[in-house]
C-alpha cells in the first residue's frame, strides 16, 4: 500500500482536498488559511459552515503577535498544540495557569471552575494579548466579564471552546457582546486542537 510520509507533502495535500470545500465562501486568502488550519486540525469539512471570523480579527491578531505580545490559554492541551518557537522568534510566550496549585485552592475555595481563576489570575496581563480558549466555556465568559468590568482589552481572543454545557452560549455571548475582534466556531464543536490549529495560522502567516 502507497502512502505519503513526507510531512509537508501530507500538508500540502490535505489543503488541496480541504480547498473544494471553501471555493464558494468568498473568503480572503488569510481567511482560508484559517478556516483550512481549522478543517484540517478536525478533519472535519462541515466546520466550514460554523466558523466566524470577525471583519477585524486577523489583522488584529498579525498585528500583536508583530508587536510580540503573549498568548494566554485556558488549558494545556491548547499550550501544547501551540508553535511555541514560533511565538518567541517574534518575542511572545504562552501562559497557562490550569496547573497552578494556587489557583486550583482559590477554585476550590470559591466553588467555581480552575480556569475562571485562572483568567482572573492573568488579570491586566490580558490587555493587548491573544487569548486562546479550547475547552472550557466559563473561562470565555469571565474574559468577557472582565471586559465588561474593567478596560482589559485583549487584542484577539480565539474563543473555540467544546461541549454541552454552556460552550454554543459562550460563543453566542463572544459574538453579541465583545468588544475586541475575535474567531468562533459557532455551536457545541470546538476544542484545544482547534484553538492551538487558529493561533498558528496566525503565526504562520506573520513572518519577520
Sequence with gaps: MHYITEPMAIEERSMEIIAPYLAELNLTPEEVKVFSRIIHAAGDPEYSKIIEIHKDAIRAGCAALESGCDIFCD???????INKRRLADN?????CLIGDEKVASTAKELGITR?????????????G??????????AL??????MKETTIRPALIIGVPVGFVGASESKDFL?????????????????????????NALLYMHRR
Design 75 to 81: 488549558v494545556e492541551m491548547v499550550r501544547t498544540g
Design 91 to 95: 518575542g511572545g510566550t504562552v501562559h
Design 115 to 127: 480556569s475562571m481563576v485562572a483568567m482572573r489570575t492573568f488579570g491586566e496581563r490580558l490587555h
Design 129 to 138: 494579548s491573544i487569548v486562546a480558549i479550547g475547552n472550557a466555556p466559563t
Design 141 to 146: 465568559f469571565e474574559v468577557l466579564n472582565l
Design 175 to 199: 459574538a453579541e457582546t465583545s468588544p475586541v475582534p475575535y474567531i468562533t466556531v459557532r455551536g457545541n464543536k470546538g476544542g484545544s486542537p482547534i484553538a492551538a490549529a487558529v493561533t
